[in-house]
């Protein structure tokens, strides 16, 4: 099961100084007199996309960009370079999976994905984390909202329909309002997703030997109709001073999902051929609902600072779907009808500390707690009869029960400072201890009780040797703790011999990450090695019957990565580039699964990013960037690629923002490949709603003079896993 959560909170925010430019030309004084008062400075000249900074980290702009009429986050970050969006993941190349934080607090993947792209003023991608992020995840990417400087009340309001001839039409209405009055900050948002989204996967299963010879050709096509996809919330703040806050946020999400999943399965095997249609109507309900208290503040007159908060998450998720089966085996047909329900809860509390004392300009030190406790609990029945009307009976094959209970204590420490004037460093450690209790019921009663704990040491060496030439050192520890559904042993049904299942015997997964860098003027190149132990992956294995399959989470034994990067920007008046080439050579390996070994072969990634702006009149985006073949030993990846052109216009000094789409222009943006495990060769090609034309158009309101509001969640790994 999916849980789905929002995150409705951003920071809303308009500076009445824009600055779009790198340098500032001197105002003569007569511009200024008695009754004359400056109130905005704007120099047109676009500001560089991407800024690489000395120690690995990227940072894209969004704000005043083409970007910024991206109609999600999850959509803006498969336009940034380095980074690879697909089924369900955010990836960072050379590196792995990465977390998502906010204004540098960790948050989950569903709740990152409901922040308006319109209050993001820029991106991080942090290649080499230090021990101040959790330990979960192998990169981290930063999103940094805009900074409200204003008493009063702003507000957008965005209208987006997208159109297109694979999944249908949608829309999406997005609102939120801010109000600032003395000390006192409100802030509120709404959105809601109606209409179409298809998702469609084509999948062969062959075993070539002739006495156990099987070929399965397996067509499943999600047809996903959003009647109610909603996200909503509320923030308030109190400011006591400049350097001293309180905040308290809601926030909740509603997602109301039908239509239909079609499964056709057509299986060849030495007894004859058969033939099974399998039709899903989906009856899914989620509620997922957060609140927050934190406090900030400001220590000593040197920038130490001080943050406490705590954090309560609660998932709901309620599924009735009603299935019906059809088969064709030796030319005679059956039928049956099944019913599946599902009842999932999730809740979560956590609570943390962070410390950071500046002893001098160039030394400061970073410490912190947390505390998190989760709890899970699910049940799935399965209801089966040959009459879609009655005589419903339950099957404790498929049916389960699913408890676990997990509490996580960390504690880290960093110290940076500088060894002369042309060398820093950071040195941290995080340490963790996890304790957990599984029970489940799924082919026969599992119990599980484990306690562990790690150390995460990192180091990052910055060298400044000019200031054209500047270059890093770096080595990272992390760790990926399985995702509490890829624990879950229950069933996820697509047909009688297609299911998708958890694993409770998953192990966490670790990694050790070096890297060494050099930033030449506008050129940035790094290379790198990741080496990580108990890979989390996932397969389609053999089940308990002959022409039975099982999608299922496991462990390799270990995986090697080498990459390196290559990266160059500019900008001028009317054309903004952004171009990356890459390489990474990955090699997993596994001695449990039966895997065929295959050829190691390079991954090439090209990426260019280039906007042109004509002044007063409009900006032009397009966008490509192509990943190419991956050969990694047991698993084989094809090539994927887009195109995507936007055109937009501001109307009525800015106020109005219309935008005009069209994404994956080609249709090439399509995750396929094939592996071999256990006697059978696995084949598949997954087509997603990519190619759209997507109209956008954004009005923004309010009158405004000075204020501030903040609001921050604190690290939520756990949330970060209950998908």
């Known amino acids: 099961m999916r849980v789905l959560i929002p995150f409705f909170i951003y920071g809303l925010f308009f500076s009445s100084i824009e600055i779009k430019a790198q340098t500032i030309k001197t105002i003569p004084e007569k511009v ?18 991407v800024k690489y900074s000395a120690n690995g980290t990227i940072e894209v702009n969004v704000a005043n960009t083409v970007l910024s009429t991206s109609s ?16 369900g993941q955010i990836s960072v190349l050379g590196k792995g999976e990465a977390i998502i934080y906010l204004n540098g607090i960790l948050i989950n993947y569903e709740r990152f994905a409901a922040i308006p792209v319109s209050q993001i003023a820029k991106i991080e991608v942090i290649s080499n984390p230090s021990s101040k992020y959790d330990a979960e995840g192998k990169a981290v990417i930063n999103i940094i909202t805009k900074k409200n400087i204003e008493q009063g009340m702003t507000g957008t309001a965005s209208q987006q329909i997208t159109v297109s001839e694979f999944a249908g039409t949608s829309t999406n209405t997005l609102l939120d309002f801010n109000y600032t009055k003395g000390k006192f900050s409100f802030i509120t948002n709404y959105g809601l997703q109606l209409g179409k989204g298809r998702e469609l996967l084509f999948t062969t299963r062959t075993r070539p030997n002739p006495d156990e010879y099987m070929r399965s050709e397996l067509t499943t096509d999600w047809k996903r109709q959003f009647n109610n996809y909603s996200n909503f919330g509320f923030g308030l703040q ?37 033939f099974y249609a399998t039709d899903i109507a989906k009856n899914d309900v989620l509620l997922n ?53 599902v009842g999932n809860t999730i809740n979560i509390i956590a609570t943390q500390a962070d410390y950071s004392k500046k002893i001098k300009d160039n030394t400061k030190i970073d410490t912190g707690v947390k505390l998190s406790y989760a709890g899970i609990n ?87 040797l000019s200031d054209d030439f500047k270059g890093h050192i770096s080595y990272v520890s992390r760790i990926t703790r399985p995702r509490y559904q890829g624990l879950n042993p229950f069933v996820i049904y697509q047909d009688p011999f297609t299911t998708i299942e958890g694993n409770p015997n998953l192990l966490p997964e670790k990694v050790h990450a070096f890297e060494i860098g050099t930033r030449y003027k506008k050129f940035d190149f790094k290379m790198g090695y990741t080496y990580k132990t108990d890979p989390i992956s996932a397969a389609v294995l053999r089940g308990d019957t002959p022409n039975s399959y099982i ?5 390799l034994e270990k995986e090697h990565t080498f990459f390196t990067s290559l990266s160059k920007s500019f900008s001028n008046k009317w054309w903004n580039s952004t171009n990356t080439v890459s390489m990474n050579v990955t090699k997993a390996i596994d001695n449990a699964y039966e895997y065929t070994l295959g050829p190691v072969k390079p991954q090439i990634y090209l990426y260019s990013n280039n906007t042109f702006t004509i002044p007063n009149v409009l900006k032009i985006q397009l966008l490509a960037w192509y990943l190419g073949d991956k050969s990694y030993g047991l698993r084989h990846d094809n090539s994927r690629s887009t195109v995507t052109l ?26 396929s490949g094939d592996y071999n495990v256990g006697q059978t060769e696995i084949y598949y090609h ?22 501030t509001y903040k609001k921050t969640e604190i690290e939520q790994t756990e949330n970060n896993r209950a998908r």
């Open 32 to 49: 200024v007199s008695e009754n004359n008062e400056l109130n905005e400075i704007v120099i047109k000249r676009q500001a560089s996309l």
């Open 72 to 87: 999600s986050v999850n959509e803006l970050l498969g336009r940034v370079p380095n980074v690879v969006v697909a089924e």
């Open 238 to 274: 109190y400011t006591f001073s400049e350097k001293e806050y309180i905040s308290l946020a809601y926030s909740a999400n509603i997602e109301d999902l039908g239509g239909v999943v079609e499964s056709r399965n057509s299986i060849e095997n030495n007894t004859g051929n058969s």
């Open 289 to 341: 609902q957060f609140v927050n208290f934190n406090y900030n503040r400001i220590t000593d007159s040197k920038g130490s600072s001080l943050f406490i908060g705590t954090q309560y998450s609660n998932y709901n998720g309620k599924v009735k779907d009603f299935i019906d089966e059809n088969s064709l085996v030796d030319e005679m047909n059956a039928e049956r009808y099944i019913k599946n329900n």
């Open 378 to 464: 699910s049940g799935t029945d399965f209801l089966i009869s040959n009459s879609a009307d009655s005589g419903f009976e339950f099957d404790d094959t498929l049916s389960s029960d699913f408890e676990y209970v997990e509490k996580i204590s960390a504690a880290y420490f960093t110290y940076g400072s500088s060894l002369g004037k042309k060398v820093d460093f950071s040195v941290g450690v995080r340490g963790e201890w996890t304790n957990y209790d599984l029970y489940t019921n799924a082919n026969g009663i599992q119990k599980f009780n484990k306690s562990y704990g790690n150390l995460f040491p990192n180091l990052l060496l910055n060298i400044d």
């Open 551 to 555: 999608l299922r989470s496991l462990n």
């Open 646 to 671: 936007g055109v937009e216009r501001n109307f009525f000094k800015e106020a109005l923002k219309l935008n005009l789409t069209a994404n994956d222009i080609f249709h090439d943006f399509m995750v």
């Open 686 to 707: 997954r087509t997603y709603t990519t190619n759209y034309f997507k109209l956008i158009a954004t009005y923004s309101f309010g009158n405004s003079k000075k204020a």
